[in-house]
């Protein structure tokens, strides 16, 4: 299925690479592909890792690899990336198909992968044409996507051979101390220092509430849906940060980026999936359900919330950080500063309604 919010585009100057150099690795590594290097087109919406569409006569592929420049140390982590999926597919099941992992530099300059292409449909910040999302549907969407979180959460990593995916106890420290770092790395000077933000996350540290298979960038636009009719969801993309954490932690992330109807204008800037209709979940609906299905006590949810927030504005930073410094031009890029400094108040504003 093809929509707008789907489609690949040209490939942009700075990321293209050697398709010919590629097909020949992976000639030898996938059967059936035929003598000619695909057509190979990139899409545009990811802001991190980079995802190209491969387009052979008979198949589509996907490949991904990590952008060129600064990167933070623990991400773009192409051998994990491949391996969750790959030891995911048997017990999770909504994950592509893994076909070939490369590691010489000689191919594409830096490790990357290659899985089977998910048919379907991802939403994005406006519906596609042609499909109807009614109130009805799009409460029965947000709960199916609560539901797969819940399944993912409920995964055994040690049948799926993930035992030793994370660090286990202590997850909700090593966040908090971990993301203020990467923040203080990647901050410019058009920005706030999140001094207040990051103090009171650090002083607030609730205990884990338990620790399990986590996806860590869980979001609609990371969903792929079988198709308009019964949007079904068939597969969870995107699988970098992946770990054993704190399930309340993954939803503080998951939330951040939730923007409902009646936000303000700035936050409805940022949307990029569309939790705005009519009939889908709030936040704090989502939150309910969530802890309807799996028993969890949530306690103050303002430490998440604030954590959530914190965490997509180092994101962001770290984004900008890249165009800042000339690493790459890419203008969707350019202002980004100017959300983290939104945030930081958004944060402030959280904090300020209560004492934990």
Known sequence: MSTPG?????????????????????????????????????????ASNLTYLLSYPDR???????????????????????????????????????????????????????MEKLDGLILRGDLPD??????????????????????????????????DLGKGAGYVERQIRGWSARFAAARTDNVPDFAEVMSWLDRNRPGEVKICLIHNDYRLDNLVLDGPDTLDIVGVLDWEM??????????????AYWVQADDDDTMKLSRRQPTHLPGMY????????YADRTGLEIGDWRFYEVYGLFRLAVVLQQIYRRYHDGETNN?????????????????????GKGTV
């Open 60 to 114: 589509e592929l996907i490949l991904r690899r990590p952008p060129a420049g600064h990167k933070a140390a623990s991400a773009h982590d192409m051998r994990r990336e491949y391996r969750v999926q790959r030891a995911l597919k048997p017990v999770f099941g909504h994950v592509p198909g893994m076909l070939a992992f490369g590691d010489d530099p000689a191919v594409l300059g830096g490790d990357f992968y290659v």
């Open 130 to 163: 042609g499909l109807d999302l009614g109130p009805a549907r799009a409460r029965d969407l947000s709960g199916r996507v609560v539901d797969r979180l819940v399944e993912l959460h409920a995964v055994d990593v040690g049948a799926a051979g993930l035992a």
């Open 242 to 255: 992946a770990t054993l954490g704190d399930p309340l932690m993954e939803l503080g992330s998951t939330l």
């Open 282 to 289: 709030t936040r704090e609906e989502f939150v309910a359900h």
């Open 331 to 351: 203008p969707a890029f350019k202002d980004f500063w100017r959300f983290s400094g939104y945030l930081e108040r958004r944060c402030r504003e959280i904090i």
């Open 6 to 46: 789907n489609a690949a585009v040209d490939v942009r100057a700075e990321d293209a690479f050697d398709a010919a150099a590629l097909h020949t690795w992976l000639a030898g590594r996938v059967p059936g592909l035929g003598g000619e290097p695909p057509r190979v087109r990139q899409f545009p919406g990811g």
